[in-house]
């Protein structure tokens, strides 16, 4: 599964790559100044996270070929972490120690700035 973030959609690239009919990935798109959610707030990476929470975690917590990489604006670490606390609370896991753990299995990069 790939969720970009681009702020219009002339700055989306590389979409013909991800055309679903020629790739078996999953891919979804927030394009925070073209898009709003439900409540009719921009469209950030971590809202359109959100609509796949629980399909992104079962794929963290049981796949050792599911890789986590995050780049951008560091205020999103803090939304997607909102989004990832929950879901593994549930299963008992705390998610701010299971990313650390992630990070040393190299199945977890982030490049925020």
Partial sequence: M???????????LYKEEFDPSHSKISVDFAVSR???NEKGEKMYI??????????LWELLKIKDNTFFYMCGLKGMEKGIDEIMISLAAKDGIDWLEYKKQLKRSEQRNVEVY
């Fill in 34 to 36: 073209e898009q709003t």
């Fill in 46 to 55: 971590q809202t359109r996270m959100a609509k796949y929470a629980e399909e």
């Fill in 2 to 12: 790939a969720l970009l973030d681009v702020s219009t959609n002339i700055s989306l």
